[in-house]
T-cell receptor, first 112, second 113 residues
Framework: DTEVTQTPKHLVMGMTNKKSLKCEQHMGHRAMYWYKQKAKKPPELMFVYSYEKLSINESVPSRFSPECPNSSLLNLHLHALQPEDSALYLC???????????FGPGTRLTVT | AQKITQTQPGMFVQEKEAVTLDCTYDTSDPSYGLFWYKQPSSGEMIFLIYQGSYDQQNATEGRYSLNFQKARKSANLVISASQLGDSAMYFCAMNGGYQKVTFGTGTKLQVIP
């Protein structure tokens, strides 16, 4: 099973809302990632969790708050977002010892 | 620092023909990996093929092959017998240190019936 799932598929939120994105994998991967992708651009790395600990934060604004409750789950908590945060948010996972990443279908976020 | 360059913003190919998508890279690391991902309009990034810097042979996965020329720092993707379902954005990428992947700007491939 090489599936990474993400919920919700689409999300519309106001600038004062609090919402969360969820990512799940059951491949036994120990590294999980959040990427942000704007239209017609490559994905940009946001966060990396390795063995459930935050190992990379690419200077992401604090209105994005990641959480890794266990080795299979990765959340991204959103608060006080700006319209420019509207994008496709992709989750990925990989074995800790390799860099081959498997991506989920993404959440299309619109901030109004 | 790692850098990936894809110089073809868009490509057209006739169905059943082969197509080559170009990718050049730059890195000072002696050990690295190169990848190709496919992204259909639905948004999901689909892993296609991987080439390690020390691999002696070019990687192949079904209709996909990676033409790896280390001295020229190129890692072109060859798709044989194109199908309509191959129409998508294709990203070349490399590992930029532990767990970090650097992506190119992508090539939009359109397969013509």
């Amino acid at each position: 099973d090489t599936e990474v799932t993400q919920t919700p598929k689409h999300l519309v939120m106001g600038m004062t809302n609090k919402k969360s994105l969820k990512c799940e994998q059951h491949m036994g991967h120990r590294a999980m990632y959040w990427y942000k992708q704007k239209a017609k651009k490559p994905p940009e790395l946001m966060f990396v969790y390795s063995y459930e600990k935050l190992s990379i934060n690419e200077s992401v604004p604090s209105r994005f708050s990641p959480e890794c409750p266990n080795s299979s789950l990765l959340n991204l908590h959103l608060h006080a977002l700006q319209p420019e945060d509207s994008a496709l948010y992709l989750c990925a996972s990989s074995q800790a010892s390799t860099v081959e990443q498997y991506f989920g279908p993404g959440t299309r976020l619109t901030v109004t | 620092a790692q850098k990936i360059t894809q110089t073809q913003p868009g490509m057209f190919v006739q169905e059943k023909e082969a197509v080559t998508l170009d990718c050049t890279y730059d890195t000072s690391d002696p050990s690295y990996g190169l990848f190709w991902y496919k992204q259909p309009s639905s948004g999901e990034m689909i892993f296609l093929i991987y080439q390690g810097s020390y691999d002696q042979q070019n990687a192949t996965e079904g209709r996909y092959s990676l033409n790896f020329q280390k001295a020229r720092k190129s890692a072109n993707l060859v798709i044989s017998a194109s199908q309509l379902g191959d129409s998508a954005m294709y990203f070349c990428a490399m590992n930029g240190g532990y767990q970090k992947v650097t992506f190119g700007t992508g090539t939009k491939l359109q397969v013509i019936p």
